[in-house]
């Protein structure tokens, strides 16, 4: 058996394709073994990383796709999400643990998926981000 598993999806803008694709991906995960924690983490950082795609590049028009790639190699899970948007500059969306943006709901998604994710980056437009985390596979 292949230690790689490869998948890919294209979806519309639509919250509830985000969850069924989702609820897909972590079937996936959990049929390998990867650690409940671990699986936990990688749902969170996925489901900001497609809300943003949604939600701020295809401004929730479902006529624009959000395309999923991933790849298992081992115990290292990558996940590649882009949109149809005009992109972003990462380092101007405001810091939420800032006192200033505290009341304000942008750049929470970035930050949780900073915390669980291991590598975190956005292609230099700012409509494809890539998360990758090494993960912990129970025995």
């Known amino acids: ?9 294209t979806i519309q803008s639509e919250l509830s394709e985000s969850s069924r694709i989702q609820e897909e991906i972590m ?21 900001e990383g497609l809300a943003n795609a949604i939600k701020h590049g295809n401004q929730l028009d479902a006529s624009k796709q959000v395309k999923i790639e991933g790849m298992v190699d081992g115990n290292m899970v990558k ?9 972003f500059n990462p380092e101007e969306v405001p810091d939420p ?8 709901p942008s750049g929470r998604g970035i930050l949780l998926m ?5 590598t ?11 998360i990758e985390k090494t ?5």
């Open 120 to 130: 975190i980056e956005y292609n230099d437009k700012g409509n494809r981000l890539r």
């Open 114 to 118: 900073r915390a669980f994710m291991d």
């Open 135 to 139: 993960c912990s596979i129970q025995g």
């Open 79 to 87: 996940i590649e999400i882009e949109d149809e948007g005009e992109g």
């Open 27 to 47: 079937m996936l995960l959990r049929k390998l073994g990867f650690d409940d924690e671990d699986l936990a983490d990688l749902h969170i950082a996925m489901e």
């Open 97 to 104: 643990t800032l006192e200033e943006n505290l009341d304000k």
């Open 1 to 9: 058996m292949s230690n790689t598993n490869q998948f890919g999806y």
